[in-house]
């Protein structure tokens, strides 16, 4: 059988408050032809369909019409678990109803245990939880993450059909995996890491949680990565799909390709601002300008903002040295002009000249002048 | 055929700050044992299953269970609709796979042309809609809520089938209902209200909105009544469900109980505070009390609450009359006797005696004395 390994949708996510959902819609449905264009038995979907635990509206619409049409309408199973961005309770409303089409959509550490079977593999689904679940499923308050993940798995391991394949769905921090700045910090790390170790008695781990691809490539543990760039630090990452056939197991990647991009350029003001340059570009992609230019450029964000709608920012190449700390700056009781100089040094990276001196004494000198007259 | 006819559920409803969750369970069960007792082959739900559009994360559990309960377990067909509580995309999340176990939750305005046909009967769902929905669905901006529904009916005409019965299921304020203080006032009223002889076409009209069963009586339209008093103003409300026969459309009234009611009690705080008086009452109703009282009770309320842990309030029968206008009091310039003699009288409906005055003047008196001396 052949399946398609995609998660981390964050359904509602918003990209430095710009609106998502027509990216997000086109691009599932990107994934929804190539499982088409693929023959996929089934879509696996490793978590965080959502991305709050309670989603605007628009986005609960857009998903309940987005599994209407890949699985009502197409009939295409699919198996999905909640992430730790969704409420798993609120997702699961529709459930046991989705089943009758195979829509398995899991949200409860106790449906884990229980294989979804399609053709010659075993699907089990380990919806995200937080160890306290496990503390009250098993009555054991010493239960810890890894402890939590061992017994489960041990106690999947009883269902093993050694004639089959064995694919664990899930969604967590594997250890020494690296992550991209759209997931939340305090989600990744220590505590709520799971050594790979532990998973390796499946033939093939479909991960959610982390957003690139490339965040662990052991065994056969895979993340899909996120659909979409979800923050400037994935502006290099090739978004996309896995597709694996169950002869070998072996993950091809799928690209997927964005309504909107997120990239950065570096360029000058006047560049950006010339039609014969920025007609070359796609100006509706979300754009990061790291600017070349030294001069201060007045209103600079709207004259961009007019000609690259969705811009995520724009700053200084040779901008405040992030470890320029103010308070010592404060300390230092420097006449006016050697605090100008180092104001002029921090923000342009260059000592003022001879000229811009003279200019600097001028204008310092009136105003001492106006102040004392004043 | 038979079916039973509910509505304003409301789950996630609080009364004065207390959760009705368990109350809410308790009654919707009995609902569900009426149902089997009655041999219905259907239950009506007429909107308002939630109390808000957003529901609590126990709201949604709560909700899910009781519909797997009845209809996924039970396997009795239910046929709901939207109310002005609920939010239609939100519920109708678990469409279109509900109805392939007669699950019929209808939240959109298209869907009510289409009738659910149960023996003899043809079920019209039409859901709450804002007159701009009816605007945008028939490209008619001239449209108000009534020629709309004027509209609907007509289209809604077209399948009759006149070998069948017809009800109509909706949530609507009727002109000329009754409300009581636990519908939101903005939505009962003119702009909003349909009248009846638009609804006569029907056999059955099973409405929803109104908390009362009482609210109406005219031909075969009714308001089922919410299950539950979620108003003081209910208190003498008897609240149930409609069961109704296709052979005679005369709808039946069943009784529910509560499990815990709201109740009102005109009493001294003497007795409500004595084991013989309050060991004859069930303490854990939603108790509003009636004081006959007109001294002070220190600390009265938390005494209260030690032996009626729901008490919803407590005030005195003389208590302060509505129309008394502070500012006006403020504009007297009274002397301290008279503001004092007129705040007595306010509270307690009586001028002070003899003996009072004097420990007035007393008191002011060496309150005065304080002050200049101070």
Known sequence: MRFLHTGDWHIGKKLHGYDLLADQKAVIRQIFVLAKQ???DAIVIAGDLYDRSVPSVEACEMLNQLFIEINWQEKIPVLAISGNHDSAVRLSTGMPWYELTDFHLYTKLEQSFDPIEIGDVQFYLLAYFEPVAARAYFHDDSLTLTTAIKKIIGQMGKSFDPGKKQVLVTHFFI???FKT?????VEVGGLNAISYDLLHTFDYVALGHLHSKNAIKKGNARYSGSPLKF??????????????DSSDLNPQFK??????DVKELVASFRQLTDP??????NCEDFWQFQLTDRTIIPNMMNQLRAIYPNIIGAQRISRYRENVQLEKLKERKNSP??????FFAEITGDDLTKRQKYWLDQALLQATDTEKRG
Chains 1, 2 share one sequence.
């Open 38 to 40: 693929e023959k996929v």
């Open 175 to 177: 250890a020494g995996s």
């Open 181 to 185: 700045d759209s997931e939340t910090s």
């Open 231 to 244: 923050s400037l630090s994935e502006k290099d990452d090739q978004k996309g799909i896995w597709i694996i």
């Open 255 to 260: 690209a997927l390709t964005p309504l909107r």
């Open 276 to 281: 014969d340059f920025y007609q070359q570009l």
């Open 337 to 342: 002009q050697q605090m100008l100089q180092t």
